[in-house]
């Protein structure tokens, strides 16, 4: 029964981590299937975070925040794409740039702004955060652990953008495969110069492409700040936009595989923190150090042997010109 | 041309400028990672300097690291511009005290939290054992599950002393509690993952505990805001974090570093400085635990009275806190 509870705890928190990284590896998809490398996922998802926590704390309202936080990482994904795709610039510096501007960018706004050190205030008023959805009858559904405690601990008690994300997965892959957006898409990432035969504009379907990746890794970063924790932190992202990338590729660039990645990933981080400190049979207690690094070295042995070749977008982070 | 006279002049000058600056006190500080405002430990140095600054009415100059690099810069740029004494915050800044102090043997350097064995340093230490003792006490008394647990910041001697300290405190009100601990993480990152915090407080509250103790700087604040969104409570760490949430923080182990910085700054302007070591704990004043309007309700009478005893009985030696050595 313990054990039972033990597993449940823990998928509840798999989906609480993956949740971001869904959003950021689905947002890094758009991007990446038209050819424009998402390294930028990071930045758009700290400046996100940083806009989202902002505006919620001083207008007290968390949707204003998230509208602010998907406007400011639009405009970074943009500004990528005014870089590479416009100027034709290197992808790869493009995004670092962002990045790297974004990463000190915040601080510096927030301690101009607040004076609290390049934080945000505290989000703590009614409305200012995206908190837990109760569904009904959750109190009914934990008398009956089994399969009571699966409602309450995984349907339930999420917050919206949580839910969001879950919705986002389906569709996406409608988008992406049963669209004619989705086909040009595509093709752009593949082969851009068929695409311009065909009078249909490279540019502007790229700039489609990074407008809804930024989109999307806005309400990453606004889950970050305004959901799982409240307000915003230095560098608070902690690397999940490279996390989110290394899981688009795991997954092959395809929505439901990438989902898959993006929980396996949460889930070895849920199951590192349940496995600290315990005495395991036979090992007994493993260092820290070896099980924060667990979810790494299984990245690691998955894609050397078990994932199979993945192959990119063909045309990814090569800039379109029409004169070549 | 006689360039002679005017180097001498220059050098004169030179002279009278570096006679000027020896003569102004000039305190400069430098904070960890986390940020002068974590509202932790980094921001408890800071509150220090600040008294310094409004008493005296002398600025203190200071510096928030980014990355690790930055350091020895620092001290090295506040040494050079005559700092008079320089401040380092963590003991991740240990190796950068030794380089620089041995460069500049006149300046005068303190490190909180680490040890650093040259003839201008010193070297303030607190004893957290024993706060996170009497924390560990409330948690127990506190729980109502019997089950607490802790978050560390990044996995270093210093954390496993505060945890080492807070599961004996736990032990001495309940022999048979449960104490889950986590640490965040291995490197300084750890120090400011406060989704990484709340992730791990969800884990130990999901496990059935419902008192959390944090001493993970920014990370801790994640942990707190845990607490807070799931009705359990929390232990603040190093400056007194009370307020942050009133209801659902317990109590704080306070480390006074706010104290340290502000008398280092003063014995050094008033010619009482020495260097070596110092240890600080609850005989000293140096730790403690916090007790104010925001946790009145939490501290019951009963709470407070044993938690003073205890106090006591450290301080007369009566209690033994083991201190956790590295092997």
Redo the contacts between chains.
């Keep these: 029964m313990e054990n039972y509870t033990l597993v449940v705890l823990t998928l509840a928190a798999t989906i609480r981590v993956a949740t971001p990284l869904v959003l950021a590896a689905i947002a890094g998809m758009f991007s990446e299937r038209a050819g424009v490398i998402a390294l930028g996922l990071e930045g758009m998802m700290l400046g996100a975070a940083f806009a989202a926590a902002a505006v919620s704390a001083v207008s007290g309202s968390a949707w204003l925040g998230l509208g602010a936080g998907m406007a400011a990482s639009v405009a970074l994904a943009l500004l990528i794409g005014f870089a590479t795709v416009t100027h034709r610039g290197n992808q790869v510096i493009a995004a670092m740039a962002i990045n790297i501007m974004i990463a000190g960018l915040g601080p510096t706004l927030g301690l101009a702004w607040f004076g609290l050190g390049g934080q945000t205030p505290q989000l703590e008023g009614a409305g200012q955060r995206f908190t837990a959805l109760a569904w009904p009858g959750v109190e009914a559904a934990r008398a009956h652990p089994f399969p009571g405690l699966l409602y309450a601990e995984l349907l339930s008690g999420q917050n919206l953008i949580v839910y969001l994300a879950a919705l986002l997965v389906p569709l996406s892959a409608w988008v992406l495969y049963r669209t004619r957006f989705g086909l040009r898409l595509r093709a752009v990432g593949e082969n851009p110069l068929a695409v311009d035969t065909a009078g249909i504009s490279v540019t502007g379907l790229r700039y489609q492409a990074l407008a809804i990746c930024g989109a999307l890794a806005g309400v990453a970063g606004t889950y970050l700040s305004t959901a799982a924790s409240a307000g915003f932190s230095r560098d608070m992202t902690a690397g999940k936009g490279y996390l989110a990338l290394a899981a688009l590729i795991f997954g092959k660039w395809k929505p439901y595989p990438t989902l898959g990645a993006c929980l396996l990933f949460a889930f070895t981080d849920a199951v590192a923190a349940q496995l600290q400190g315990r005495s395991l049979p036979f090992v007994g207690v493993v260092p820290v150090q070896f099980i924060i690094a667990l979810p790494y070295v299984l990245t690691v042995l998955l894609l050397a042997g078990f994932v199979g070749k993945a192959v990119a977008p063909a045309a990814i982070g090569v800039p379109y010109s029409k004169e070549k | 041309m006689r360039p002679i006279p005017s180097v001498r002049a220059l050098v004169a000058l030179a002279c009278l400028a570096a006679g000027a600056r020896a003569a102004d006190f000039l305190p400069a500080i430098v904070y960890d990672m986390g940020?002068?405002?974590?509202r932790s430990f980094n921001q408890s140095a800071s509150d220090g300097a600040a008294k310094f600054a409004k008493d005296t009415g002398i600025a203190v100059r200071d510096f928030?690291i980014?990355n690790a690099a930055q350091r020895e810069q620092a001290m090295t740029q506040f040494a050079r511009r005559g700092a008079s004494v320089i401040v380092a915050i963590g003991f991740d800044q240990a190796s950068a005290v030794e380089a620089v102090a041995k460069k500049f043997p006149n300046v005068k350097f303190a490190i909180v939290d680490g040890t650093v064995d040259l003839p201008n340093v010193q070297s303030i230490n607190f004893r957290e054992q024993e706060s996170s003792f009497l924390c560990g006490m409330a948690a127990a008394m506190a729980s109502k599950t019997g089950k607490v647990g802790f978050v560390g910041g990044m996995?270093v001697p210093l954390i496993r002393k505060f945890a080492l300290g807070y599961v004996e405190g736990v032990h001495y009100v309940n022999p048979a509690a449960e104490v889950?601990?986590?640490?965040t993480?291995?490197t300084p990152?750890a120090w400011?993952?406060?989704?990484?915090g709340?992730?791990?407080a969800?884990?130990q509250f999901?496990?059935g505990a419902d008192v959390v103790f944090h001493a993970a700087g920014?990370t801790g604040?994640?942990v707190m805001?845990a607490a807070a969104?799931m009705g359990k409570l929390s232990i603040g760490c190093d400056s007194n974090q009370d307020y942050?949430?009133p209801g659902s923080v317990l109590t704080s182990a306070v480390k006074r570093v706010d104290t340290a910085v502000y008398q280092t700054f003063l014995g050094a302007k008033n010619g009482t400085w020495k260097p070596g070591k110092i240890y600080l704990g609850l005989a000293e004043d140096g730790v403690g635990f916090s007790l104010d309007e925001h946790n009145r309700k939490l501290i019951t009478p009963e709470i407070e009275a044993k938690l003073d005893e205890a106090r006591a009985d450290i301080i007369a030696g009566k209690i033994k806190v083991s201190e956790y050595h590295a092997q």
Excluded: I, V, W, Y
């Design positions: 940020g002068k405002f974590d928030e980014t996995d889950f601990e986590n640490m993480g291995t990152a400011n993952d406060p989704t990484k709340a992730e791990l969800k884990s999901g496990r920014g604040l994640g805001q969104d942050l949430h």
